[in-house]
């Protein structure tokens, strides 16, 4: 009914192939796009923004990241946490020689580089032998935050604060920065790359890293040069995996250790974009709605319903009831939520018949 | 140069006796590493499922085995409690888990498996709690004492718990190996691993198998807790040793039990070579994290298929 595309007619190919064939997905994105700009920034407390509105998007960001190598070249990585590290210590350093939101834009260069190097395996090994190859990133970066003091500028306690900086006069990074500014930067480099993903994968480089994924020995008898291919996709994917680390240091958390930048961070990024759908956009922002949402609401159940419970036990319960959900979600519905979400369109646009 | 090259190989031939005492230490986890490698192995040989959960089965096991202890049991019927344990948990998960996912990609499934890693993360720690248990390592009456060697007029200290770990690895893996090789059951396992379709069309049983092989890698959990349990106390920092089996997997190949088996030696002694002789005097040490899986990364740049891996044929 209210996807009704009656009337909606395609005379040309560049029709056929917009960006939004029908009408009402450009509406509703709209209305979304109205929500995230303008109504959540009027109405949001700073609870909302600090446990939901900003991580929610600097989830999504690193889960893209991971999408554009998983979900579209089909390259698995467990490495995500390591990289998003690379993104934020190279922040650390840059900030002192330029503007903090150029710095978070640049910082994503310096973990596409180190991507890159821990891509050049996936040349030679595929599936889980290449995602346990990740996992050597992942551990030895994490030790190199910690040995290597030059990038925590030696301080004694081996971690990264985040100074009071200021970008055309404003307080964007540091106790200082009001959160409201903080989620229009974030949101805007989000939207920006966003924007950028979608073009990318629809186009020529997006078709190369479908068909590696999708029959590598095919991609290469069509001309497809696959390590081009696999290794582009690690860069940009790094790329966006180190803006996302150095928005989430420099944006939301504030102070850095190198154990932060550990495996469990990895994994809840993995369940995005699993839980979200892989080779998706949409689906690395429901993900990350459900995985940043879920705590939340776990966290304020025990209160409503006035049952004392420790801390510590909601945070096991946590853990048991996601881990569950992550096992139920992959049972319903093994394509994640950007496939429901695709199955719920298909039928709203045929309703009232059933097929 | 000379300090990467010339002064470790000074220092080892110095002092053979260290020398020896870093490598049974390296040997005795390696022991340990193979044998969580192992249960990863036996159940990716049979269902082609990437299993995270092994880690977490080793604390789980132990943690039962301590709690039933702590509620009074007689520690042997602890160790046949917990195998019930085991044996309804490989149920539950192949019921609840495993049976709806049968045919999903290898990665669903693999998700699969941190989510039951989560889920009994949170279950363990409501159910036990998080504090270190101590191993009633006495009361299975495994020997605390050690036996001093002099080789070469130096010092060797070999802990009698230790020494019991390794006979009761090795005696576990040929107890598996002859159950693969000479029982109805474990040839059926070999089959399913070797091919799905023909097994099933003979007759072999797909849900009795997954419940099977987990079962099987739920005692060899016991086990590996049992010993690490033993050398370090029980607690859910212990998952993280499960990390050090996947490079032993790299290095050995995803299919092969005697990889596992070799790989695990033989990651564990260089990891403690290098950590020993060149990570704490030049690297400011604690290399044990990332030097297994740089090892793996470099041999499988060599060799893609690992060092006992199947080869593997690409088809067009």
């Keep these: 009914m209210l996807y009704r595309t009656a009337g909606q007619f395609k005379t040309s190919y560049k029709a056929d192939q917009a960006l939004f064939p029908i009408r009402q997905d450009a509406v509703l994105l709209a209305i979304i796009l109205t929500f995230a700009w303008v109504i959540f920034p009027m109405t949001a407390s700073e609870f909302a923004f600090q446990t939901l509105l900003i991580p929610i998007l600097i989830y999504s960001l690193a889960a893209m990241g991971l999408n554009i190598l998983t979900g579209y070249a089909g390259q698995l990585s467990l490495g995500t946490a390591a990289f998003m590290g690379v993104g934020a210590y190279a922040c650390y350093k840059l900030i002192e020689v330029m503007d903090p939101i150029l710095a978070i834009l640049l910082s994503g260069v310096f973990s596409a580089g180190i991507g890159v190097i821990f891509g050049i395996p996936s040349l030679r090994i595929k599936g889980f032998y290449l995602a346990i190859a990740t996992l050597a990133a992942q551990f030895f970066l994490v030790w190199l935050f910690e040995k290597w003091a030059w990038l925590y500028n030696y301080n004694a306690s081996g971690a990264i604060q985040v100074p009071n900086l200021q970008t055309f006069g404003v307080y964007v990074t540091g106790p200082q920065a009001s959160s409201v500014t903080q989620y229009y930067v974030i949101l805007g480099i989000v939207t920006l790359m966003t924007v950028l993903c979608i073009n990318l994968t629809r186009g020529t480089l997006g078709r190369t890293w479908k068909a590696t994924r999708d029959m590598d020995i095919a991609a290469e008898l069509i001309g497809i040069n696959l390590m081009r291919s696999k290794l582009t996709a690690f860069a940009i994917s790094s790329y966006l995996v180190g803006v996302a680390g150095a928005l989430f240091v420099f944006m939301w958390r504030g102070a850095a250790e190198p154990n932060l930048f550990d495996i469990p961070l990895s994994f809840d990024i993995l369940f995005i974009a699993i839980i979200g759908g892989l080779g998706s956009i949409l689906g690395n922002y429901l993900g990350a709605i459900l995985i940043v949402g879920l705590p939340v609401v776990l966290n304020t159940v025990p209160e409503a319903l006035g049952l004392e419970i420790k801390s510590a036990t909601v945070e096991h319960y946590n853990i048991m009831i996601v881990g569950a959900l992550i096992v139920f979600f992959l049972i319903i519905e093994p394509h994640g939520l950007a496939r429901l979400w695709a199955l719920i369109r298909e039928k709203l646009i045929i309703w009232p018949f059933p097929h | ?316």
């Excluded at chain 2, 040989?45 to 709690?67: D, E, K, P, Y």
């Excluded at chain 2, 669903?108 to 890693?117: D, E, P, R």
């Excluded at chain 2, 040490?285 to 041999?299: H, K, P, Q, Y």
């Design chain 2, 1 to 316: 140069m000379k300090d990467i090259f010339i002064t470790p190989f000074v220092d080892m031939f110095a002092a053979p006796d260290f020398l020896l005492q870093v490598l049974w230490e390296g040997l005795v986890s390696g022991i340990l590493y193979a044998l969580i490698a192992l249960g990863f192995v036996l159940i990716f040989r049979s269902s082609r499922i990437f299993n995270f959960a092994q880690g977490i089965m080793v604390v789980f096991a132990a943690l039962t085995l301590v709690g039933f202890h702590a509620m009074g049991v007689p520690a042997w019927t602890s160790v046949a409690l917990t195998l019930g344990v085991m044996l309804a948990l490989a149920v539950s998960i192949e019921r609840v888990v495993l049976r709806p996912l049968v045919g999903q990609p290898d990665i669903i499934l693999f998700m699969a498996t941190i989510g039951i890693t989560l889920f009994l993360i949170g279950f363990g720690e409501i159910i036990f709690g998080g504090e270190n248990k101590v191993m009633i390592t006495e009361e299975l009456g495994i020997p605390t004492d050690s036996w001093v060697l002099e080789p070469w007029g130096g010092l060797l200290i070999l802990e009698q718990k230790d020494v019991t770990a390794v006979i009761a690895a090795a005696m576990l893996v040929v107890g598996l190996l002859a159950f693969l090789n000479y029982t109805r059951m474990g040839r059926a396992i070999r089959a399913l691993g070797d091919d799905s379709q023909a097994a099933l069309s003979v007759g072999i049983s797909l849900q009795t198998i997954w419940v099977l092989v987990w079962f099987i890698a739920g005692i060899i959990a016991l086990v590996t807790g049992i010993a690490w349990g033993a050398r370090a106390g029980v607690s859910f920092a212990l998952e993280v040793i499960a990390y050090k089996a996947l490079p032993v997997l790299m290095l050995g190949g995803l299919e092969s039990i005697t990889g596992a088996i070799i790989g695990g030696l033989m990651i564990g002694m260089l990891e403690k070579l290098f950590e020993i002789y060149w990570g704490q005097p030049l690297l400011g040490g604690n290399t044990e994290t990332w030097f297994a899986f740089m090892l793996a990364l470099v041999v499988l740049l060599f060799r893609p298929q690992g060092l006992f891996g199947e080869k593997i044929i690409e088809r067009v």
